[in-house]
């Protein structure tokens, strides 16, 4: 069974644009009944996993350098995150996402988007919670069905 959580529990969730929260929400994604690793997108609505998965992305790449992220992912997940990029991020990203898939094996490439993740870090965080915001009710249903206060 889903999650449940209250309305004021999710409107405390999405009011603040804090870094954790955006980790939080990704977070409980993984509970969501819709949730599957083995498909490319997960098995989420377009917006949910284009917010999972570039949370991954920059998380990955900031850490332990991007050449990392393109590894470990499957080329129909890669696939999939261009195509939800090209659909919901501001301009550049889906770009950049494409450089690093057909070039993540080039040094001088590689570099080049491991530097763009870390130049836009604070603007990808901005986005990703214009986009939780702008698709609240298809996230609040992916974070678990909501319970009314009442119960």
Not at 33 to 46: F, H, T
Not at 56 to 61: H, K, R
Request: net charge negative; with cysteine.
């Amino acid at each position: 069974m889903a999650t449940k959580f209250a309305q004021a529990y999710l409107d405390t969730l999405f009011s603040e644009p804090e870094f954790q929260k955006l980790v939080e929400i990704a977070g409980y994604f993984y509970s969501s009944e819709e949730y599957s690793r083995d498909v490319p997108d997960y098995g989420l609505p377009q917006p949910a996993f284009v917010f999972q998965e570039t949370l991954i992305w920059f998380s990955q790449a900031i850490r332990s350098g991007v050449w990392t992220y393109y590894e470990a992912t499957p080329r129909g997940r890669q696939d999939a995150m261009h195509h939800a990029l090209e659909h919901e991020a501001p301009p550049g990203y889906a770009a950049t996402y494409s450089l690093g898939m057909e070039t993540c094996q080039d040094n001088v490439k590689r570099q080049e988007v491991d530097e763009w993740i870390a130049a836009h870090e604070n603007d990808c965080n901005l986005w990703l919670w214009r986009l939780a915001n702008r698709y609240r009710p298809i996230f609040e249903r992916a974070c678990g069905q909501i319970q009314s206060d009442d119960s």
